[in-house]
């Protein structure tokens, strides 16, 4: 009995950690987009590139975290929403050539 109980808690907790993790990362992207936003505005190339990776990576793990995370339908719709929506804007917020 006490195998059960403690098998549910660890998913319950490994669920919310999981989503924590999701919903942390989503705030991180929003905000590494504004500072690109802001280093285009001062025309800051190495902030540029260095957030442009940051942004890169945090796209992909999200991606990886949402692809293994105990979540369900309709969060897994929203997360790949987010992710199409921050790759394609990732794409406009690059440096030109």
Known sequence: ?????FQYV??????RSVHEDIKNLEMEIVQTEDKIIEYLRTGYEGGIKT?????????????????????DKNE????MDFLRIHYDYMQKLSVPA
């Open 1 to 5: 009995m006490n195998k059960i109980i």
């Open 10 to 15: 660890l998913r319950k907790t490994m669920r």
């Open 51 to 71: 957030s442009l990776h940051r942004l890169d990576l945090d796209l992909k793990y999200l991606s990886i975290l949402a692809n293994g995370a105990p979540i």
């Open 76 to 79: 897994d719709r929203k997360i």
